[in-house]
């Protein structure tokens, strides 16, 4: 790899799943705790906004793992083969996960998150509010297979 880029945990996932699954994330709370030097004033103005996107690593993916080339999607061979950029699994080189999910509360340095699609200990690296004007412009073009893959993702059991 090239550049080598250092990233510090802003916090940790606390609660929800301890074991990765591929669907029904959209029924799991969880925590986000802020690390100790950051206060409350870091999440001021936050509670005025819905939904949150979170950036974090995935922190069990072995590094021997790490996929740089084509794969079939969740190992489907049904589905074609594609790029470890073309999809969105915790295998990827940097293993860098990002997730936007409704904010549930924010009480002094934690937040409570639904649909967190990241597992209780994962590392934090960053907290944005989703904006109206940061959405995609204009329509969304995806093949089948994304669709497919996401049926069940966010179904609440």
Known sequence: MSDLIALHSIGHVVGGRVAAADDDWDAVQ???VLASEFTAEALAGLEDFSHVEIVFQF???DVAGIVADARHPRGRSDWPRVGIFAQRGKAR???IGVSVC???AVEGTTLTVAGLDAIDGTPVVDIKPVMTGFLPRGAIREPDWARAIMTRYWEVP
């Open 30 to 32: 969880a925590r986000i």
């Open 59 to 61: 922190h069990r993916q």
């Open 102 to 104: 409704r904010l549930i």
């Open 93 to 95: 080189p940097n293993r």
